[in-house]
């Protein structure tokens, strides 16, 4: 890219994918050929993607609607000027014809060095974050043909890699995939029963006072289960597009700059956030795919340190998610690819191997069972329920497909109901034929079905039971149906794998200077607005603890420590490295 070529560059959140067009553009820059477009949805978090990079002492800017005239002109001129390195901009405000004329400006003036298009996957239709707007990017290719395009995202399957690549006009660009594996990164799914009691446990045994995210799919259980996690003393804010603009940016700006924020929301948050430290990703509602799945859970853990992805799933779920999917507007083809991406997440949810596996899996990446999962750490006993499961499709069939779950399982059982009188349904041949299956069971045989869309529950008509898909063939077939036995405790274990040094724990004496300087640090963000983790992370601040620096060039040894930070803040960190006594942390 430096050297003028285009790519599709495809790697996970966490992976540095910032930084495949950022040092391209300081190059170009430095090489005398101007400015980089940034094009970028995110325009609630421009503000604070120009601050880090201010942080670190590379002029960038942003021309949004939340500028005042004055300041807008004042950053049209730098950039006309090619005075700024790197220019964020909406693709709306990206494709205007006002804009588009001072491109030509900035071209003609040979200070056009680079267009980087990022959250490349909102041009593709099958994806959770379509924008039509991004369609209309091929009009930079049409006008700048000489200037070099870099497309990214962090989440892309085979196909919508092609549309990324078909809609931008980037078929001749290198493709750059990594691997989309997050080892740090854990892996649980639970069944739903209580949704909220466990999640509650989940963030008090595993994560109390630190910062995470809770996924919901309507604003009314955003707010509920926010004010339940806020009762239960966590605190938890709201974030969802029917709150107005004021109150989202506040609640995002205190989960971003606070310590131990739950943000509660539906996926209308987290595109683009960059906050290294979230610990854990918990989704209550079933996400729409593997991808969106995959995009959310990788909010998580960012800054390399063990984070968890924990999920509840149960039928309600699977039945909520077919019946928006078939009653949804999209044509017939379009619906095909839908259910083919809702039954890969639901395999996933059933899985009784590697989750980590299965996920990479879907992005074309082949694998080794991961041992940082719950399938891996707590392997779940499973049995093969094929001939009950055959069972359950012949007695909807002999049932004449009119009824709904409780009375299947009654005329399996065996149980003498009113309803069973009524329909002469002891006389089936299906009738008792299940009695030594549980209801539970039988239960888990009915959501292992329509999650493989074998059957499905017709809401529209009592609830019925209705046989779908390749029922026919599966009851002739001999194929095994492998169903968990029950859900056993499932707490993935932490990888244990010997700490690296600059991970290994901090002494009493290291952990008194830690504090220190994470107050100070607190006391920092606050004066300038900014978040913690801009200042410096928590490693720089561990490796500094370590060190106790006394003088700059010591200082600037450390790992995270560049030449404009040094200036900012060394002085205050070597002052306060000196104040703070060594030998008393163990007393
Ligand atoms: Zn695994």
Not at 305 to 330: C, F, H, I
Not at 466 to 483: A, D, M, N, V, Y
Request: proline share 4%; net charge negative; charged share 25%.
């Amino acid at each position: 890219v430096t050297g003028g070529d285009d790519a599709l560059v495809l790697m996970p959140t966490g992976g540095g994918k910032s930084l495949c067009y950022q040092l391209p553009a300081l190059a170009r820059q430095r090489a005398g050929n101007g400015v980089t477009i940034v094009v970028s949805p995110l325009i609630a978090l421009m503000r604070d993607q120009v601050l880090a990079l201010h942080e670190l002492g590379i002029e960038a800017a942003f021309l949004n609607s939340t500028l005042d005239p004055h300041e807008f002109e004042e950053t049209r001129r730098r950039m006309l000027a090619g005075e700024i390195t790197l220019l964020y901009a909406a693709p709306e405000r990206v494709t205007n014809v006002n804009f588009l004329v001072d491109l030509a400006t900035l071209h003609d003036a040979g200070k056009l060095a680079l267009f980087a298009i990022d959250e490349a996957h909102c041009v593709s239709q099958w994806g959770h974050d379509f924008r039509p707007e991004y369609r209309g990017l091929t009009v930079l290719h049409e006008r700048f043909p000489d200037v070099p395009r870099i497309a990214l995202t962090a989440t892309a399957d085979a196909l919508t890699r092609k549309e990324i690549a078909a809609n931008l006009d980037l078929g001749q660009a290198k493709q750059f995939v990594s691997s989309f594996d997050r080892p740090n990164i854990s892996y649980a799914i639970e069944e739903k029963k209580r949704a909220r009691d466990q999640l509650l446990k989940f963030i008090r045994e595993s994560h109390g006072g630190e910062s995470g995210i809770v996924y919901c799919l309507s604003r009314k259980k955003v707010e509920e289960t926010a004010a339940f996690l806020a009762d239960h003393g966590i605190t938890a804010l709201p974030y969802h597009a029917g709150l107005s603009p004021a109150v989202r940016q506040r609640n995002q700006d205190r989960f971003l700059r606070e310590d131990g924020v739950v943000m509660t929301a539906t996926i209308a948050f987290g595109m683009g956030i960059d906050k290294p430290d979230v610990r854990f990703v918990a989704h209550l509602d079933l996400p729409k795919n593997i991808e969106g799945y995959y995009q959310e859970t990788g909010r998580a853990g960012r800054d390399g340190e063990p984070a968890e992805a924990w999920m509840v799933y149960g039928l309600q779920d699977v039945v909520l998610q077919r019946n928006m999917l078939e009653g949804s507007e999209a044509g017939a083809q379009h619906k095909q690819v839908l259910r083919g991406k809702l039954d890969a997440l639901l395999a996933l949810c059933e899985s009784t191997h590697c989750r980590r596996q299965q996920l990479l899996a879907y992005f074309d990446e082949p694998s080794e069972p991961c041992g940082n999962c719950d399938n891996c750490v707590n392997p779940p006993d499973t049995w093969d329920a094929g001939r009950e499961a055959r069972m359950f499709l012949s007695c909807i069939y002999r049932c004449e497909q009119n009824f709904g779950a409780g009375h299947i399982i009654d005329v399996l059982r065996g149980k003498e109901t009113d309803k069973v009188h009524r329909f002469n349904h002891w006389n089936l041949s299906t009738w008792g034929i299940g009695a030594e299956v549980t209801e539970q069971q039988w239960r888990a045989v009915q959501r292992g079905l329509v999650a493989r869309g074998l059957i499905y529950q017709d809401t529209e008509h009592y609830n019925v039971l209705r046989l779908s898909g390749g029922w026919r063939e599966f009851i002739k077939s001999e194929e095994p149906f492998e169903l968990r036995i029950a859900v056993k405790k499932a707490k993935p274990a932490r990888k244990k794998e010997a700490l690296p040094e600059d991970e290994a724990a901090l002494t009493p004496d290291q952990e008194l200077l830690f504090e220190a300087l994470r107050s100070w640090r607190k006391q920092q963000a606050d004066e300038r607005a900014l978040a913690a983790y801009m200042i410096f992370d928590n490693k720089t601040l561990r490796g500094i603890a370590r060190m106790r620096p006394n003088s700059p060039e010591q200082l600037a040894e450390v790992k995270g420590v560049g030449q404009t930070k040094l200036e900012t803040y060394g002085p205050a960190v070597l002052e306060l490295v000196a104040a703070e006594p060594v030998g008393q942390g163990g007393a």
